[in-house]
């Protein structure tokens, strides 16, 4: 009786190819880190080895799925379209991708969407998680404690009960250095326009402003937005319409707020910044479209998507990664018209 001959397997083909069995893992895994020449030369290996990929046997032998999940809690629609969301995502699929994972999205918008978004994760369908724009007051991030796979947070939060990494971005930093930029150009006026108090970004930038305004620290001068959008600026400006002849500057939690503001700021009569300076936080390509063009505060939202895909890939590797590590990425002041 013949004996069937042997499969071939990763290692064949890349000793025909005459590359690592690395390299080879990227290739069949589409990663765009492997050369044309290797591609090619692996394409012929495996041609003649006749050697086919089970990329679903090797997954279930490994308890793997190679799928990674990132999670995203809104409150509005309109949370979906921001540049710091979509950026976050580009830059975390990525590197997601160029390691071989497959990244799905799931937003937590509901009662019913996040708890069928806990059943997928209590039947471990992802291999880790990357919680995005979590909300501070919710349980979405307790379901989490239950299972082993790996998570990681695009935000600091001061809640103890979740001990999970995060990468964040200066926020309390970036906010404090543009309210004393205000400051130091002889605003001494200033009224804050908060984030929403769900956020731990809002909170961590607010906490920022009390820095930089120290011992002038005034909470009627502080407006809570119930959410990030432009809308949630005009409101604010004119809740604060009776103090406009006095107040010389709105730091504001975000861009679409400052453009909320400031559109309203026209509308009553008030020149931006002649009158009144106004600044945001983001830096989203909506800063140069505003007039005056927006003076705020930088940050590189593909960077933050691929830092937190990098921790979570270190973490899956299982390189040790204690669970509160934080890192906080830089944020800078651009200066614009608004201020």
């Known amino acids: 009786m013949a004996t069937a001959p042997k499969k071939a397997t990763i290692r064949d083909v890349a000793k025909l190819a005459g590359v690592s069995y690395g390299t080879v893992s990227r290739y069949l895994n589409g990663s765009e880190h492997v050369s044309r020449d290797a591609s090619k030369r692996i394409a012929a290996a495996i041609k003649q080895a006749r ?3 089970n990329n679903a046997a090797r997954s279930l032998a490994q308890q793997r ?11 509005s629609n309109e949370t979906m379209v921001q540049s710091s969301v979509s950026e976050a995502m580009v830059g975390a699929n990525q590197v997601l991708g160029d390691a071989g994972y497959q990244m799905v999205t799931l937003i937590a918008n509901s009662s019913e969407s996040t708890r069928r978004i806990a059943q997928l994760v209590n039947s471990d369908f992802a291999d880790g998680y990357l ?19 790996p998570v990681v947070r695009s935000e600091v939060s001061d809640r103890g009960d979740l001990p999970y990494p995060a990468i964040d971005f200066e926020n309390r930093e970036g906010q404090r250095a543009i309210t004393r930029y205000l400051l130091d150009k002889g605003h001494s006026d200033l009224v804050y ?30 407006y809570y937005a119930d959410d990030w959008e432009i809308t949630s600026g005009e409101m604010a400006a004119v809740e604060y319409q009776p103090m406009l002849d006095h107040i010389d500057g709105f730091v504001c939690a975000n861009d679409n707020i400052a453009i909320g503001v400031i559109n309203q700021l026209t509308r009553f009569g008030k020149r931006v910044p002649e009158d009144i300076a106004v600044t945001g936080f983001d830096d989203s390509p909506l800063a140069v479209l505003s007039n005056p063009k927006l003076t705020t505060v930088r940050q590189d939202s593909q960077l933050h998507g691929r830092a937190m895909s990098e921790t979570l890939l270190r973490m899956l590797r299982g390189e040790d990664v204690e669970s509160y590590y934080v ?6 002041i651009v200066e614009r018209q608004s201020a």
């Open 51 to 53: 050697y086919t990929p």
């Open 327 to 332: 890192e906080l990425l830089p944020t800078s």
């Open 193 to 222: 326009i908060c984030g929403p108090g769900y956020s731990p970004s809002a909170l961590n930038r607010l906490d920022g402003f009390k820095d930089a305004v120290g011992d002038g620290y005034d909470e009627r001068r502080v």
């Open 131 to 149: 919680l995005f724009s979590l909300s501070e007051d919710d349980s979405l991030a307790k379901t989490f404690l239950a299972t082993a796979r």
């Open 65 to 75: 799925t190679l799928t990674v999940a990132l999670i995203i809690q809104v409150e």
